[in-house]
């Protein structure tokens, strides 16, 4: 079975700083796909990045980007210039392509931006 | 409607009481996801439709949980004799297509339903 570690419980940062969130992730898969999903205080998960396990590029998207690396089995999330907005619970996701391909989820990081 | 809704967005039941949860999903979409998320944790797989067809119900934790998508559209997550360690977020989600038929793998979530029972 996967399974996904996100090892900050709690993360703070200054408003336009740069933070990095780690995720670590076991599979004897060979291909899958990877997802960072933000949980706001109002509950609802919205889908930051997502990056498939046969690309080496790493994902970006506008102030988000991942360091994926694979034989490590790592998936960090850099966020740039940090906002207020950016002020939620961040959860690591993975997903098999075999079967429901439903999303195996870590315990999350509590990311808060201070002004 | 524009994205996937939830009903109701808060139910407190005694325990021992019957509760059913109802989802919305974008419309179109194929796939339909439950999860639970207990407090300040990560949310954990139930069940997954592919259109009216339960695929995959090996996360539902008991027998006292059922789930059905009858029409391919709404879902109804119900749960017999609620117990207190049944208090949780649901989460439904739902997607267009999975990735081996072209899909983005991407789930688009609901509000969620937050139980709390006494």
């Known amino acids: 079975a996967q399974t996904v570690t996100q090892s900050q419980p709690e993360m703070s940062v200054q408003e336009a700083e740069t933070v990095t969130l780690s995720c670590t992730y076991d599979t004897s898969e060979s291909n899958y796909y990877l997802f960072w999903y933000k949980q706001p205080p109002s509950r609802q998960m919205i889908l930051v990045i997502r990056q498939e396990a046969y690309k080496q590029q790493n994902a970006t998207e506008n102030r988000f980007s991942v360091n994926f690396q694979k034989a490590a089995k790592s998936f960090s999330l850099k966020i740039s210039d940090s906002q207020l907005g950016d002020t939620a619970m961040y959860f690591c996701?993975?997903?098999?392509?075999?079967?429901?391909?439903?999303?195996?989820f870590g315990q999350g990081t509590r990311l808060t931006i201070n002004p | 409607g524009a994205g996937v809704s939830q009903s109701p967005r808060y139910k407190v039941a005694k325990r021992g009481q019957d509760v059913a949860l109802r989802c919305d999903p974008i419309?179109?979409?194929?796939?339909l996801f439950w999860y639970q998320q207990a407090l300040g944790q990560g949310p954990e797989f139930l069940t997954y439709?592919?259109?009216?067809?339960?695929?995959?119900k090996s996360g539902l934790p008991s027998d006292r949980f059922f789930a059905e998508r009858p029409e391919g559209s709404v879902s109804t997550l119900k749960i017999q004799r609620t117990q207190q360690e049944d208090s949780a977020v649901y989460l439904c989600a739902s997607s267009l297509w999975g990735v081996t038929s072209g899909g983005s793998g991407e789930q688009f979530f609901g509000p969620g339903t937050r139980l709390t029972v006494l």
């Open positions: 996701a993975f997903m098999g392509i075999q079967g429901a391909q439903k999303l195996v």
């Open positions: 439709f592919q259109n009216e067809a339960q695929l995959d």
């Open positions: 419309s179109g979409h194929v796939s």
